[in-house]
């Protein structure tokens, strides 16, 4: 044998990806958290401001408890790059060897973490119970190593992915920001946008993928300057979309994005291909090397690094505090944009699946398995429990996807209010505002901190449903922003729209020296 070949143990790969989708569960990346610091401690809208206080929080939280930053602990994608070197000793292919990482990561007894792949897309959609398969990508390279990219992407940021090919005179930079500026808030910013360009159609959203996995470094870039096109467009994006005064969950604010990345490759001479990809504020990924000397060995981040952020920080501005078992139409009425409430008391909760099957059962003139006149519903699908937990992870799924059963749920239950992540489209706001019935948010990034509010928890109706079953929650102080009021006002259009007139305002004046 080649001295230069180097013996990689199948089962290495397998515990080292088993590892490492553990790690990124409930480790943020520390050149996130730094970023994120800095943009806290800069921001002037309060709600954007006490949402990403509640981002930060629940990261240390997380970190400690070593459970999930998240409840949707994502699809596994896997980026692999083998040297030509490296003979792997398993009977096993490679997928297989990754797969297996990923179903003992997800059935993990200490760490459970929430099995979200369906097996079949277009009909039955199964849930495979392990989130196996992974997406994984492999490259030969030079060399006797083995190193690994392995993210974990959230649902609500890789549905706002997109993909456009342009005309090779028109402009990257337009085409983004004008994008950026119709996906709402489902992808949880604060965090990454990520630009491929070039290559195929295939290549260029392959590009963008594996580039927002790569170190943030966007203040470095700013003080040296750009030394390529890439980097001139990375700082033209970052300035633009933070611009547009997104902010934080979509609320209005300073920081929309911590950062942009730009991979480019070359491409037909008629054409332009543009992936956009955004990363949402878990922002799950690492990286390590395999060279035959066994499974890597991860060392936890240096906590310090984590800003110490409190309860009395995040509501030092003032609340209304709310008691669900006595809620009013009259009480509901009176809530407003950007308010921050606690709740406490009994709700229940329910997605996709159970909003499905409630306005199947409408429809076909049955009861439905649990009374919703004037309660409130939580749209999550949280984390399996362990040890003495009343609930895993319970963050909010993203509410726009509910918008088609939102009039008949009203209409015909007597619900009194919602709360889920991100903004409401017109037709789910024309309901809010025809049968009285507010819209709150709570915090996407913050689940473990939620969960805590959490206190007593029991499933309700269609258990078969597993994490998509209804619950009822007994909550104590349960953070959420008001977002869509009875009247149909919304505050992710009127706080981006605020905060773009404000910067642009800002902008003018130091450019005429005021």
Same mark, same amino acid.
């Given at each position: 044998?080649?001295?230069?070949?180097?013996?990689?143990?199948?089962?290495?790969?397998?515990?080292?990806?088993?590892?490492?989708?553990?790690?990124?569960?409930?480790?943020?990346?520390?050149?996130?958290?730094?970023?994120?610091?800095?943009?806290?401690?800069?921001?002037?809208?309060?709600?954007?401001?006490?949402?990403?206080?509640?981002?930060?929080?629940?990261?240390?939280?997380?970190?400690?408890?070593?459970?999930?930053?998240?409840?949707?602990?994502?699809?596994?994608?896997?980026?692999?790059?083998?040297? %030509?070197?490296?003979?792997?000793?398993?009977?096993?292919?490679?997928?297989?060897?990754?797969?297996?990482?990923?179903?003992?990561?997800?059935?993990?007894?200490?760490?459970?973490?929430?099995?979200?792949?369906?097996?079949?897309?277009?009909?039955?959609?199964?849930?495979?119970?392990?989130?196996?398969?992974?997406?994984?990508?492999?490259?030969?390279?030079?060399?006797?190593?083995?190193?690994?990219?392995?993210?974990?992407?959230?649902?609500?940021?890789?549905?706002?992915?997109?993909?456009?090919?342009?005309?090779?005179?028109?402009?990257?930079?337009?085409?983004?920001?004008?994008?950026?500026?119709?996906?709402?808030?489902?992808?949880?910013?604060?965090?990454?946008?990520?630009?491929?360009?070039?290559?195929?159609?295939?290549?260029? %959203?392959?590009?963008?993928?594996?580039?927002?996995?790569?170190?943030?470094? %966007?203040?470095?870039?700013?003080?040296?300057?750009?030394?390529?096109?890439?980097?001139?467009?990375?700082?033209?994006?970052?300035?633009?979309?933070?611009?547009?005064?997104?902010?934080?969950?979509?609320?209005?604010?300073?920081?929309?994005?911590?950062?942009?990345?730009?991979?480019?490759?070359?491409?037909?001479?008629?054409?332009?291909?543009?992936?956009?990809?955004?990363?949402?504020?878990?922002?799950?990924?690492?990286?390590?090397?395999?060279?035959?000397?066994?499974?890597?060995?991860?060392?936890?981040?240096?906590?310090?690094?984590?800003?110490?952020?409190?309860?009395?920080?995040?509501?030092?501005?003032?609340?209304?505090?709310?008691?669900?078992?006595?809620?009013?139409?009259?009480?509901?009425?009176?809530?407003?944009?950007?308010?921050?409430?606690?709740?406490?008391?009994?709700?229940?909760?329910?997605?996709?699946?159970?909003?499905?099957? %409630?306005?199947?059962?409408?429809?076909?003139?049955?009861?439905?398995?649990?009374?919703?006149?004037?309660?409130?519903?939580?749209?999550?699908?949280?984390?399996?429990?362990?040890?003495?937990?009343?609930?895993?992870?319970?963050?909010?799924?993203?509410?726009?996807?509910?918008?088609?059963?939102?009039?008949?749920?009203?209409?015909?239950?007597?619900?009194?209010?919602?709360?889920?992540?991100?903004?409401?489209?017109?037709?789910?706001?024309?309901?809010?505002?025809?049968?009285?019935?507010?819209?709150?948010?709570?915090?996407?990034?913050?689940?473990?901190?939620?969960?805590?509010?959490?206190?007593?928890?029991?499933?309700?109706?269609?258990?078969?449903?597993?994490?998509?079953?209804?619950?009822?929650?007994?909550?104590?102080?349960?953070?959420?922003?008001?977002?869509?009021?009875?009247?149909?006002?919304?505050?992710?259009?009127?706080?981006?729209?605020?905060?773009?007139?404000?910067?642009?305002?800002?902008?003018?004046?130091?450019?005429?020296?005021?």
């Amino acid at each position: 044998m080649d001295k230069k070949t180097r013996t990689i143990a199948g089962k290495d790969i397998t515990k080292s990806v088993a590892d490492a989708l553990q790690y990124i569960s409930y480790y943020h990346p520390p050149d996130y958290i730094r970023y994120l610091s800095q943009a806290y401690a800069r921001e002037q809208s309060p709600s954007a401001k006490n949402a990403i206080g509640q981002i930060l929080l629940n990261s240390r939280m997380a970190a400690f408890g070593r459970r999930p930053i998240c409840q949707d602990t994502g699809l596994v994608v896997v980026f692999a790059k083998v040297g %030509m070197g490296v003979r792997i000793k398993s009977t096993a292919s490679f997928a297989d060897l990754v797969n297996e990482g990923v179903r003992r990561a997800y059935l993990d007894p200490d760490n459970p973490l929430r099995p979200s792949i369906v097996s079949d897309p277009l009909a039955a959609r199964l849930n495979t119970r392990d989130n196996t398969p992974a997406v994984i990508h492999v490259d030969l390279v030079q060399g006797n190593q083995i190193e690994i990219t392995i993210a974990a992407k959230g649902g609500g940021s890789e549905n706002k992915a997109r993909f456009t090919t342009l005309n090779p005179s028109a402009s990257v930079a337009d085409w983004v920001v004008d994008t950026v500026s119709t996906l709402g808030s489902g992808w949880c910013p604060p965090g990454l946008i990520s630009v491929g360009i070039g290559g195929s159609a295939e290549k260029a %959203m392959l590009l963008a993928k594996e580039a927002m996995n790569e170190p943030i470094d %966007m203040s470095e870039l700013i003080a040296r300057g750009p030394s390529c096109a890439e980097d001139a467009l990375r700082i033209e994006l970052y300035e633009r979309i933070n611009a547009l005064g997104i902010g934080a969950q979509g609320l209005g604010g300073l920081t929309t994005v911590v950062d942009v990345k730009v991979a480019a490759y070359p491409t037909h001479a008629a054409s332009k291909p543009v992936a956009l990809i955004p990363q949402c504020a878990a922002n799950r990924h690492l990286k390590f090397t395999l060279d035959g000397t066994g499974p890597v060995q991860l060392q936890p981040p240096d906590l310090s690094e984590w800003p110490q952020i409190g309860h009395e920080d995040l509501h030092a501005t003032g609340v209304r505090r709310v008691n669900l078992n006595a809620v009013t139409k009259e009480e509901t009425a009176s809530w407003r944009c950007g308010e921050t409430l606690l709740l406490s008391g009994k709700m229940l909760t329910g997605r996709d699946a159970a909003h499905q099957r %409630m306005v199947d059962l409408i429809d076909a003139g049955k009861p439905l398995p649990i009374d919703l006149r004037g309660r409130v519903i939580y749209y999550v699908g949280p984390v399996r429990a362990v040890r003495d937990e009343v609930v895993g992870p319970a963050g909010p799924t993203t509410s726009s996807r509910m918008d088609g059963f939102t009039d008949k749920i009203l209409a015909e239950t007597g619900l009194f209010a919602m709360v889920g992540k991100a903004e409401r489209g017109p037709a789910a706001i024309e309901s809010i505002v025809r049968h009285k019935a507010p819209y709150l948010i709570a915090v996407g990034g913050a689940a473990y901190l939620i969960s805590k509010s959490i206190k007593a928890a029991r499933i309700v109706a269609f258990e078969d449903l597993g994490m998509e079953a209804i619950y009822e929650f007994e909550v104590q102080d349960m953070p959420v922003i008001m977002a869509v009021d009875v009247e149909g006002n919304s505050i992710h259009n009127s706080g981006p729209l605020e905060w773009r007139k404000r910067m642009a305002a800002e902008s003018i004046a130091r450019s005429i020296g005021v």
